[in-house]
């Protein structure tokens, strides 16, 4: 099975040898840390920085396994090393278990049962995410019966052959492809890797959601192809859309648009910066009959308002899910400039009592900063919002409390009114 699958073995350890107890991979590190510094991988935070760690017993390799003590020489955890990193070490377990492909396979399914529960009328979900699923640096998605792989860090490349071998094993899907071209990668010192995994398959492929259906390009897609996150806020939005003349401000592929047509919407506008993008929202639009209510526009969204503005149209129901405005702490108030700006341009557009959807995915603006900036826009256009629901990823995109970087999508719902 796993020989089908294209992965060439170079350097990397078998699954034999991760589950053999003389081997190299279980040769484990001893990691201790500065007095004080254990507080927070003790309330559950898997991230030991360089700067937290008092000594290294050893000379580990990017990716080697290692086990965590406090000042004291006390067991905190055990996870994976690597010098290269800021983030140095990533903590797997609490527990001192092995690290082999039971261990995986025991994190995997439980993965996938919690997706079982809670994911539903839909063939694409994420599957894995990462720290949300106690796998630091692994992403899973399904689009169909296709696999999306992500893979963040050195630690988890090493394990990458017997994830391979656990999803098939699990899940049969007809294929896997690579999507590890993110830019979190070079900060590990991994390359950038894209390809099929294993299996034979079309890369743009059909999902289905809540009964719209959409195009989805694997290869060459935003994230993995498809903004999965915001799977629950689109349905959210189908109960504000009957009747509506909606417009969809950073569209991608039309998940809100479609959604909101879907349900009944009188029209739909989205605009995006991407033609690729506009082009899968043009064939998703065709596959569920809804062509005929949407135009789909190339334009930049922050000029894009203010034209509409100056033509004096108006809408009854706007969408701004704009890309993270700042990746770092240091570009926050670049960032709130921009939210602030798509913001009340927005709320200018809407008629009275009109419905703004609003997202930031940006971690480092965190909600309560975000409804400031929609309160600081709002007097800014002169209207009142009513807060009628705050919300946020969809729950395959798990949040962890004692992690806070994995609590990142703030999505608010408002009514927008003269003040
Ligand atoms: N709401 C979408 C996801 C939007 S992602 C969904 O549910 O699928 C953000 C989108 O904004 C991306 O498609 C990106 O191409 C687009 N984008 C980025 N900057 C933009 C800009 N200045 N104007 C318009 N679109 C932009």
Request: glycine share 10%.
């Given at each position: ?87 140095t070490v990533r903590l797997l377990t609490w527990e001192e278990e092995a690290i082999d492909e039971a ?274 826009a709002a007097l800014d256009a002169k209207k009142r919002l009513r807060l009628l629901e705050l919300r ?28």
């Amino acid at each position: 099975m796993i020989a089908d699958c294209g992965l060439k073995n170079g350097d990397r350890l078998s699954t034999s040898e991760i589950c053999n107890p003389k081997s190299k991979m279980l040769a484990m590190v001893e990691v201790t840390l500065l007095r004080g510094r254990e507080r927070r991988p003790l309330a559950g935070h898997p991230w030991i920085y360089q700067g937290e760690i008092e000594r290294i017993e050893g000379d580990p390799e990017p990716g080697e396994r290692a086990r965590v003590k406090d000042f004291r020489g006390r067991f905190i955890g055990m996870g994976y090393i690597n010098p290269r990193s800021q983030i140095t070490v990533r903590l797997l377990t609490w527990e001192e278990e092995a690290i082999d492909e039971a261990f995986l396979q025991r994190r995997i399914r439980k993965a996938l049962e919690y997706r079982k529960r809670i994911v539903a009328d839909t063939d694409a979900c994420r599957l894995i995410s990462s720290e949300g699923d106690f796998l630091p640096g692994l992403i899973v998605d399904r689009y169909g019966d296709l696999l999306v792989l992500q893979i963040l860090t050195a630690g988890m490349e090493r394990l990458k052959e017997v994830v391979v071998q656990l999803l098939v094993q699990l899940l049969s899907p007809k294929g896997i492809y690579e999507r590890n071209d993110s830019p979190s990668r070079l900060l590990e010192g991994l390359e950038h890797q894209k390809g099929p995994l294993y299996g034979d398959f079309d890369r743009v492929v059909q999902i289905q959601e809540g009964g719209v259906k959409f195009w989805v390009d694997v290869a060459e897609g935003q994230k993995t192809g498809f903004f999965l996150d915001q799977r629950e806020n689109r349905f959210a939005l189908r109960g504000y859309a009957e009747g509506k003349e909606v417009l969809d401000g950073f569209c991608y592929s039309g998940g809100f648009a479609l959604n909101a047509l879907y349900a009944g919407a009188a029209s739909a506008v989205g605009i995006d910066l991407s033609p690729a993008a506009l082009d899968l929202a043009k064939r998703s639009a065709e596959a569920n009959g809804l062509a005929d209510r949407c135009t789909f526009k190339e334009a930049n969204a922050f000029d894009e308002l203010r034209a509409l503005e100056r033509t004096g149209r108006h809408f009854d129901l706007i969408i701004l899910d704009p890309p993270a405005f700042t990746r770092g702490k240091e570009a926050v108030a670049g960032a709130i400039r921009g939210y602030k700006e798509i913001n009340l341009r927005a709320m200018k557009l809407l008629r009275e009592g009109g419905i703004l959807l609003t997202c930031s995915c940006s971690y480092h603006l965190d909600a309560e900063t975000f409804l400031g900036v929609l309160q600081s826009a709002a007097l800014d256009a002169k209207k009142r919002l009513r807060l009628l629901e705050l919300r946020t990823q969809a729950r395959d995109h798990l949040v962890l409390l004692g992690v806070k970087e994995t609590y990142y999508l703030k999505c608010a719902i408002l009514e927008v009114m003269r003040a």
